[in-house]
């Protein structure tokens, strides 16, 4: 499920990039919803950060969108930077 999308890219048309992900609640663990701090936490799938590198930006859309059941923000960066490498 995508939150947010903060890009870091000096150039925000190229398709290209590598892409880390957050699940939301770790900027407000307050906000309200079904998906609370600690059933996030809880959640099978929860992480506390990833990553694909070398990949579109179409791509890390659609696998924030599939790959959790809860909110993650995406901050994108330019191909080949490794932003957690």
Not at 63 to 74: D, G, L, R, S
């Amino acid at each position: 499920m995508l939150g947010h999308i903060t890009d870091h890219r000096p150039d925000p048309a190229a398709e290209d990039c590598d892409a880390v992900f957050e699940p939301s609640i770790h900027d407000d663990p307050h906000v309200a919803g079904d998906w609370s701090y600690e059933t996030v936490t809880a959640h099978a799938d929860y992480f506390h950060v990833t990553a694909l590198y070398d990949t579109t930006v179409s791509q890390a859309i659609r696998h924030a969108e599939t790959a959790w059941p809860f909110p993650v923000n995406i901050y994108l960066y330019p191909k080949g930077s490794a932003p957690l490498g």
